[in-house]
């Protein structure tokens, strides 16, 4: 089974800073790689999927990339509204599997 | 718009079967797309557990394959999960979810629902 490798598991940052986590997997994906955004007491929510396709509705300062084995997401401009858990999810061969998760706060 | 929503009983005896419903609005499940269930245990990550398409093919999560069944009732426009054998780890918030099988994304969710395996 492939493994995602998610950091790092909480990060805090301020309104406003560049926000950067990354995922690993332990084999080729190619781009089988998506984003959620979880709230306390909420479904996830997708974000972004095929590692950089921004899914309708969601704000242009968030931003995915990579292929392979290395993927980033990344927040442009923190907002106090971005404050939840966030988390990758590769694809293959009909398994899928999510990232531990990585828990951002405001400082 | 596409609504997913969980129902089931919130408490299971220890190696009962637990079974869950989501019935599914604004979509009809024999149009496409996959239709899955993942789980969160409290303060702990996600774990995808199955998935299911219209015609009734399925696919498990080989760490539960064993014990899970995912059936599917278009007439009803929903699908179902029965997870046998349960013990106290799989206490759960218990989420439905449509999927792309290209992408795999999981793009609509239920609001989930809290199963709690105790005597």
């Known amino acids: 089974d492939i493994q995602m490798t998610q950091s790092p598991s909480s990060l805090s940052a301020s309104v406003g800073d560049r926000v950067t986590i990354t995922c690993q997997a332990s084999q080729d994906i190619s781009n089988y790689l998506n984003w959620y955004q979880q709230k306390p007491g909420k479904a996830p929510k997708l974000l972004i999927y095929d590692a950089s396709n921004l899914e309708t509705g969601v704000p242009s300062r968030f931003s995915g990339s990579g292929s392979g084995t290395d993927f980033t997401f990344t927040i442009s401009s923190l907002q106090p509204e971005d404050i939840a858990t966030y988390y990758c999810q590769q694809y293959d061969n009909f398994m899928y599997t999510f990232g531990q998760g990585t828990k951002l706060e405001i400082k | 718009q596409v609504q997913l929503q969980e129902s089931g009983p919130g408490l299971v005896k220890p190696s009962e079967t637990l079974s869950l419903t989501c019935a599914v609005s604004g979509y009809s499940i024999s149009s496409g797309y996959y239709w899955g269930w993942i789980r969160q245990p409290p303060g702990k990550g996600l774990e995808w557990i199955g998935s299911i398409y219209h015609s009734g093919s399925t696919y498990y999560n080989p760490s539960l394959k064993s014990r899970v069944t995912i059936s599917v009732d278009t007439s009803k426009n929903q699908f179902s999960l029965k997870l046998s054998s349960v013990t106290a780890a799989d206490t759960a918030v218990y989420y439905c979810?449509?999927?792309?099988?290209?992408?795999?994304?999981?793009?609509?969710w239920g609001q989930g629902t809290l199963v709690t395996v105790s005597s």
């Open positions: 979810a449509r999927h792309d099988p290209q992408n795999g994304s999981f793009d609509y």
